[in-house]
């Protein structure tokens, strides 16, 4: 036996987890893009890729200027060039195998040993380049390959059989994205081909990456009712324990919302009523570039939880948008002006817009849900994202208690690391106060010995400062002051 004598220390592991924060405003967009331009085009379709960085996201899904018929290249551009926030979760449906078009054979002019097919989409391994009747060989004649627009750029070699060719007849495939339907996002289970498409992949992101989704958008066929139905319900539930919220849009074509006044009618027409759902109306417009309004209002949320230390109880109404007008979806998209009254009766029905307040601005903090519903937790959109992220965030901080022993000690350390981390945030001033408690009648005997603990957390994030009213009155008095000289 060791004979111990002066001084030692013995340290203990910490008793408080951790916390193990997801992303509070993690986007899941779900749409097409231009895969002849990723990296890999057959390795695309309704595969999830994460994107730290516009480089990343262009070799995931393909990029490029065509924001309207590439809805995922709206919230690419969104995310990292109008508001350089990160990650974004892409989920491209467009399957370059299924929705194509033949190019028909072109005659194209040879300028300084290349010519240019004037076409968007074409897959490069489709390509076929003649010089008359003669079916040229890549590598050995020329090189195809995209310019900056995406365009395919047939480039002669001067060992070629073709190298004196004035001019080249070029055809392929390109990818159709007109040929993908609402069905294609909403997607679902291929028993025959035992694979997910669509909005099913939602499942897949936590174990792929890691991380809880925040928001799931699908600018443009959001506006479909089917469509933003299933996204509000994918919000629920997934993997069985976590819960996000779902920015849509709301119809703008000339059958839907084209004034303020329409937007009751087409919200209530396309049940948009979740409070896990924020409606967005009208398009917005940057320079020549339209946006569905949805991929730059996703994006300022998650701009507006970055700079808020990742925290998601700040609203994102009335921060400033990168946009230089509001527009309809119409052939044109004829441009719309809406001012502070008009956009306060938009928010009456639970709908966000924007106005022009010395530059544009969000303008709206009410989910779908209202004015159906006036329980805070659900109406103030700021507020449901809070509860959603601290759940989400509980789950992943204890999860590495599950199966631990019933005892009272792992009682009193998820107490005391919840009630430490809620003080935390009231003293930033990130809500009015989190408290958590063990109470023993929720927990009768049967339960315990079933394997089940129940804890009762409080939360109160701060809603919106909507209104605020400032009460003018004249007062005799001063005047009377003024003029007597103050005697």
């Not at 111990?4 to 097409?32: C, D, M, W, Y």
């Not at 049967?446 to 209104?467: R, S």
Request: net charge negative; proline share 6%; aromatic share 8%.
């Amino acid at each position: 036996m060791a004979y111990n004598r002066g001084v030692k220390i013995l340290e203990n592991p910490t008793s408080l987890a951790a916390p193990v924060l997801g992303t509070a405003a993690l986007q899941v967009v779900v749409g097409v893009s231009p895969v002849n331009l990723a990296e890999d085009p057959y390795n695309v379709t309704n595969i999830p890729k994460l994107a730290h960085s516009l480089p990343e996201a262009s070799a995931a899904v393909g990029y490029s200027g065509n924001l309207k018929d590439y809805n995922l290249n709206q919230s690419i551009s969104a995310t990292f060039t109008k508001f350089a926030v990160a990650p974004i979760i892409l989920i491209n449906v467009l399957d370059p195998k299924k929705h194509k078009t033949a190019v028909p054979e072109t005659a194209c002019n040879v300028d300084n040993m290349q010519a240019v097919l004037q076409s968007e989409g074409v897959l490069l391994d489709t390509v076929i380049v003649k010089d008359g009747e003669n079916t040229l060989q890549e590598g050995t004649d020329y090189i195809a390959s995209f310019d900056s627009a995406g365009l395919v750029t047939v480039t002669l070699l001067e060992a070629g059989s073709a190298a004196g060719a004035k001019s080249l007849n070029i055809s392929g495939d390109r990818i159709d994205p007109s040929k993908v339907t609402s069905g294609d996002i909403i997607g679902g289970y291929d028993v025959s081909a035992k694979k997910e498409s669509g909005l099913e992949l939602i499942r897949q992101i936590y174990p792929l990456f890691g991380m809880a989704p925040g928001l799931i958008t699908s600018p443009g066929y959001s506006k479909d009712p089917v469509v933003a139905s299933v996204m509000a319900a994918k919000c629920l539930n997934i993997n069985g324990v976590f819960t996000c919220e779902c920015i849509v849009d709301l119809d703008c074509t000339p059958d839907g919302a084209v004034t303020y006044s329409d937007v009751k009618t087409i919200k209530e027409k396309s049940g948009f009523s979740s409070c896990h759902m924020e409606p967005v109306w009208p398009k917005v417009r940057a320079g020549d570039d339209v946006y569905y309004y949805s991929a730059i209002y996703s994006a300022l949320v998650a701009y507006n939880d970055i700079v808020n230390d990742d925290v998601p109880n700040l609203s994102a109404s009335n921060k400033p948008l990168p946009i230089t007008g509001l527009c309809l979806d119409d052939e044109g998209n004829s441009g719309i002006v809406i001012d502070q009254e008009q956009a306060n009766v938009v928010n009456s029905y639970g709908v966000v817009t924007a106005i022009n307040w010395n530059g544009f601005r969000s303008w709206g903090n009410n989910s779908a849900a209202y004015p159906a519903t006036t329980d805070p937790k659900d109406r103030w959109f700021c507020c449901r994202r809070f509860f959603s992220w601290w759940g989400n965030s509980f789950i992943l901080t204890y999860f590495q208690k599950v199966d631990d022993p019933a005892d009272f000690r792992l009682i009193e350390s998820i107490c005391d690391a919840e009630n430490i981390r809620g003080n935390s945030y009231v003293a930033q001033g990130k809500c009015a106060g989190a408290r958590i408690e063990y109470i023993e009648d929720e927990n009768p005997i049967t339960d315990i010995i079933n394997g089940k603990i129940q804890f009762h957390q409080y939360l109160a994030p701060y809603p919106p400062a909507e209104y605020i009213l400032n009460v003018l009155e004249f007062d005799p008095s001063m005047l009377e002051a003024a003029l007597s000289g103050g005697e």
